[in-house]
């Protein structure tokens, strides 16, 4: 189908990276879709991984996964969180998967003998890339965020496309540029030198940007605004002033306040149709700037150094501290410092303990320490994946008298492997996208804390695992008190377990904080805290 009717808006970044470009997409998309215009967003990532699913979260943060089980950039879940709709394999797009499909199309004789160049032949399939989305019909606007900084070698070739596409007569597109304007201490003044080096060098690319976003950490005046445009030809009302905010959650209507919706949408030559109405989203704000409690949950994970690591949790009990109008406070304890001896110190202030997902031995002690003292001294636990997992090695070591109970993951030879790899694993030896990847049912059991956070027996929810319950040892742990309350009703596998005895202990396979957006907080989530709030009073 022809993408003739659907626009098209690239977000580039300069002067440095992490200034923010998908939480600018994601607020332009918000603003765009309370105007009535049906928005995507989907981001080309530099880096000749394929996807981020062997990339180490030291290295790039969480990696997050959608329904069609697509491994992606991080910044896929803020889209989600704003838009409250879901994305695909078509929103995420890297150099590896281009040159990927480029070789395997030459391998097959594609390009009958031609040598195959950067361009035209890497620009096209880039093209390709970014236009399959607006060619479903689904969408009006397509924002398309390219990763990295004007000017990195990685980037150029998206770049380029960029500029073909400027020059297709079928194509409608603009490009936002994001760029820094530091302040200077010393003398006391925001200087806009980086930003006209930036948008230079994207000049010197061929693009020309339409609207500037100014990152700064002071209100840029008029006068500023003027000399901006000027030097980067550009008109004075499409630069916009993105100043820091208290939280990321600010931002959309922050940029509905510099009109950034108004001028994207003349340049589009798109109507501005109804002023947007985010009253649900201030409402949320409101709610997040103005709690009337506070409580502290305890994360345990392996990663704590780099918290983008777990981003998704993060925002997720940030979602549902604003449903309470709690504070969440989160205290970040690094899983390899957790054992007997110091647990109960650690954990003293504790409201509540979630064990966060993760691969490997380093920490897994740490983790299992954690569950054991959650557990005995009734504090609200939430395990996640391997968190879960972590909660059944604990279990059987210490009620269902398997003292040696482990995960094949860490110890093959294990006597009693109560958590061991997933069949249809065993003979894949690629780690790429190779483990249970995206949405899968999951049969809940009534009257059990998964049921009353649900209100559904029925429930689809996003994986990333190899290793899963052995169900031979099921039996035993539903006599000492662990039950399997959430079942695969296709292969039987083990999605959730409870405990009797205990406040609130929920440990589940798969990663419900992909699922936790603004406007739809997870309900496990949302009850976790609940019983947290519970324990402290």
């Known amino acids: 189908m022809p993408d003739s009717k659907t626009k098209y808006i690239f977000v580039t970044g300069g002067v440095t990276s992490s200034l923010g470009k998908g939480i600018i997409s994601a607020s332009l998309a918000k603003l765009l879709q309370a105007r009535g215009y049906s928005v995507t967003i989907q981001k080309l990532d530099p880096y000749i991984n394929v996807d981020p699913g062997t990339l180490n979260p030291y290295e790039h943060g969480e990696c997050y996964v959608t329904e069609d089980g697509a491994e992606t950039d991080l910044d896929s879940g803020h889209y989600e969180r704003y838009l409250d709709t879901k994305t695909s394999q078509a929103n995420n797009v890297t150099t590896g998967r281009i040159y990927q499909h480029v070789i395997n199309k030459e391998r097959e004789g594609a390009f009958l003998g031609k040598t195959v160049q950067v361009i035209p032949h890497i620009t096209d399939e880039i093209k390709r890339r970014v236009r399959l989305l607006g060619r479903t019909g689904k969408y009006d606007i397509v924002i398309t965020e390219i990763g990295g900084t004007v000017g990195d070698i990685e980037s150029l070739p998206y770049i380029e496309a960029v500029r073909q596409l400027k020059w297709d007569p079928e194509f409608s597109c603009i490009v936002i540029h994001l760029t820094l304007v530091p302040f200077l201490a010393a003398s006391g003044e925001l200087k806009t030198k980086p930003t006209q080096h930036s948008v230079k060098q ?64 003349n340049k589009l030559d798109l109507p501005l149709r109804e002023e947007p109405e985010i009253n649900e989203w201030k409402s949320f704000l409101t709610r997040l700037k103005n709690p009337k409690q506070s409580i502290t949950i305890g994360l345990i994970g392996k990663y704590i150094e780099l918290k983008d690591s777990y981003i998704s949790i993060h925002e997720s009990l940030i979602h549902a501290g604003a449903v309470h109008q709690t504070s ?7 899983s390899e410092t957790i054992h007997a001896d110091n647990v109960a110190e650690e954990f003293k202030d504790l409201d509540g303990v ?128 662990m039950h399997a309350t959430g079942v695969n009703p296709t292969g039987k596998m083990v999605e959730i377990v409870e405990i009797d005895d205990h406040p609130w202990f929920v440990g589940v ?7 936790s957006t603004v406007l739809n907080p997870h309900p496990l989530f949302v009850d976790f805290l609940a019983a947290s709030i519970k324990e402290k009073k």
Not at 328 to 334: D, M, Q, S
Not at 387 to 411: P, S, W, Y
Not at 509 to 515: G, K, L, V
Request: with cysteine; proline share 3%; hydrophobic share 40%.
């Open 202 to 265: 994207l000049l010197e690319s061929g693009v020309q940007a339409d609207v500037l976003v100014l990152r700064t950490e002071h209100n840029i005046n008029d006068e500023i605004k003027r000399k901006v445009a000027l030097f980067c030809n550009i008109s004075p009302e499409a630069v916009i002033e993105s100043k820091n905010a208290s939280t990321i959650y600010e931002v959309p209507v922050m940029m509905q306040d510099e009109g950034l919706d108004r001028v994207v949408l």
């Open 509 to 515: 396979q798969f990663h419900p904080e992909y699922s």
């Open 354 to 481: 979630l064990v966060a997902p993760g691969f490997g031995e380093r920490g897994i002690e740490g983790k299992i320490s954690a569950v054991k003292y959650a557990r005995e001294n009734k504090i609200p636990f939430f395990g996640i994946c391997l968190g879960m997992q972590c909660a059944v090695i604990e279990f059987a070591r210490n009620k269902v008298n398997l003292t040696n109970a482990h995960t094949t993951e860490i110890d093959e030879n294990t006597e009693d492997p109560v958590i061991f790899l997933m069949e249809g694993q065993k003979e894949l030896t690629n780690k790429g996208g190779t483990m249970r990847l995206g949405a899968y049912e999951c049969q809940i059991e009534a009257d059990t804390l998964a049921h009353k956070a649900y209100g559904s027996e029925l429930i689809t929810e996003r994986h990333r695992h190899r290793f899963e319950f052995n169900n031979k040892y099921l039996e035993g742990f539903e006599a000492a008190g």
């Open 328 to 334: 969440v406070k989160i205290k970040w304890i690094h």
